[in-house]
């Protein structure tokens, strides 16, 4: 009994250890605490796990492509991607803000997001739910482009839920949108 649990206490251990070691290198690329510091890498602190596990099993299979991301995940086991999504979604969101704020630009986001109903599944504090991301306090610069690409050119193992949704919706609109939700704040963490 005594050296099972001690075995037991061990391998809890090595298991953390490993999690954590990649953990940390994630860090390197999305921000010391989750909250990203560079321009086109989104903040990962505060996701919602499920939302997590599945980009990262979609990134790892090759059916999100993404040659950053693609090293550190493609050796991950599906055991280390639940735990990694576990630590990082408990990481407090931070605002992230890239460019000077505009009112009218904040007004026009604020309008769209209720008129287009992107809350009805990112929540009204556009927090995330489940597979929906978090999209409040996320990084203006990361917002923009991924949504004109899934309105120009959906991923391929993606879901088309969001090509739908910004069909039709203009360049501007889209800038704005960005603009607001890059300023919302940061819904809490552990979703
Ligand atoms: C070399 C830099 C780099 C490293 C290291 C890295 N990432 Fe990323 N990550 C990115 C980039 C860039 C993207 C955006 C990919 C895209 O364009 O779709 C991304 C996207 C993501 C996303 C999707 C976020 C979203 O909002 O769509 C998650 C989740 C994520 N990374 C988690 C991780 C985890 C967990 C690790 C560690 C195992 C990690 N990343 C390591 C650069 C990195
Ligand atoms: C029917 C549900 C639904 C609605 C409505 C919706 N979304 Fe989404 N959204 C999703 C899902 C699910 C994802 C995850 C992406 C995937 O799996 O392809 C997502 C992803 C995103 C992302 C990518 C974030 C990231 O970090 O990777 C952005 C940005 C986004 N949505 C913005 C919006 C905006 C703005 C609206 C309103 C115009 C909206 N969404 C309406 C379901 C929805």
């Known amino acids: 009994m005594q050296a099972r649990r001690r075995w037991a206490v061990l391998l809890t251990a090595l298991f953390f250890g490993v999690a954590h070691g990649k953990h940390e290198q994630c860090l390197a690329c999305h921000g010391p605490d989750g909250n990203s510091l560079t321009a086109r890498i989104p903040s990962i602190a505060a996701q ?6 599945n980009q990262l099993v979609l990134i790892r ?16 086991t599906d055991a280390e991607i639940v735990a990694l999504a576990k630590q990082i979604s408990a990481l407090p969101a931070k605002p992230t803000q890239s460019s000077p704020e505009d009112p009218a630009l904040l007004k026009r986001g604020a309008e769209l997001g209720r008129k287009l109903r992107c809350r009805s599944c990112h929540l009204p504090d556009y927090g995330g739910q489940n597979q929906i991301p978090r999209l409040a306090a996320q990084r203006e610069d990361w917002l923009e482009p991924v949504m ?5 050119k959906p991923r391929p193992g993606g879901d088309t839920l ?3 949704v910004l069909y039709g919706v203009s360049d501007a609109d889209i800038r704005a949108l960005a603009h607001f939700l890059s300023r919302s704040s940061a819904p809490a963490p552990g979703r």
């Open 148 to 152: 004109q690409e899934f309105r120009d």
């Open 61 to 76: 299979e090759g059916l999100r492509p993404s040659p950053e991301m693609f090293p550190f995940v493609k050796d991950l």
């Open 48 to 53: 919602p796990r499920l939302f997590m596990e």
């Open 162 to 164: 969001m090509a739908a």
